[in-house]
């Protein structure tokens, strides 16, 4: 069974760009979550989808916002970067249902110059 | 705030000792716990659960110990190999439909050949 998969790997941008994230869930799973993982703190909680729509959102500014695709893969956007937007973004994917594990992808590396 | 801390940021073991990695959480509320490890360039990888109805599971090598009295959760792993060494995050649930996860920073462990 495929796991969570996530593009690109690594994606270096300037301030004020805009960035696009991408995220395909393991089979099967509707809910996926996004979270950063910026150096020196912990997995801090962005967004979660299910069946296409936005259900939660974490403490991040509005120029954080996503989307679900009916096949459940899911984009994360980042618009007018800056330089503390520089961080891991981790996807992860679960069945619908509060006592279910969130399996995780490797992440995306974003670099911002 | 939101928060759930690790009492020991690193802990170096000896090859075939038994590991205890420690997390306090603080949100009594919260009702489902797990830990993951996180390997260097990978992303946070699902080790094991427990419900807060629970205060014991174990899995192949590993224990998860939960005491509600004192918000604390442990992961115990026997017999601790070089694939061990990784870095552990305890996450925790609360209850309201919100399905984010709140980690901690992380343990890093270290197992010595």
């Known amino acids: 069974e495929a796991g969570v998969t996530q593009s690109p790997t690594h994606l270096i941008k300037t301030r004020g760009q805009q960035a696009t994230l991408r995220c395909s869930p393991i089979?099967?799973?509707?809910?996926v979550y996004w979270y950063q993982q910026a150096l020196g703190l912990g997995l801090q909680f962005l967004l979660w989808?299910?069946?296409?729509?936005?259900?939660n959102r974490g403490n991040f500014p509005p120029r954080f916002s996503g989307r679900q695709f009916p096949n459940y893969s899911s984009e994360l956007n980042v618009n007018a970067l800056e330089l503390e937007d520089s961080a891991l973004y981790l996807c992860?994917?679960?069945?619908?249902?509060?006592?279910?594990?969130?399996?995780f992808g490797d992440g995306t590396r974003l670099s911002i110059l | 705030g939101e928060s759930v801390g690790l009492h020991l940021p690193t802990l170096s073991v000896q090859e075939g000792d038994n590991s205890i990695i420690n997390c306090a959480y603080s949100?009594?509320?919260?009702?489902?716990f797990i830990w993951y490890k996180q390997e260097s360039g990978k992303g946070p990888q699902f080790i094991i659960d427990?419900?807060?109805?629970?205060d014991k599971r174990q899995g192949q090598r590993v224990t998860v110990l939960l005491n509600k009295t004192v918000k604390h959760l442990s992961l115990q792993i026997a017999a601790t190999q070089p694939g061990d060494s990784a870095v552990y995050f305890c996450?925790?649930?609360?209850?309201?439909?919100?399905?984010?996860?709140?980690f901690g920073k992380g343990t890093k462990l270290t197992v010595n050949p």
């Open positions: 427990i419900r807060s109805n629970m």
């Open positions: 989808y299910d069946e296409g729509e936005e259900r």
């Open positions: 089979s099967g799973h509707t809910s």
């Open positions: 992860a994917s679960s069945f619908r249902g509060r006592v279910q594990p969130q399996h």
């Open positions: 949100n009594s509320a919260s009702d489902y």
């Open positions: 996450a925790e649930k609360g209850q309201g439909g919100s399905e984010k996860l709140v």
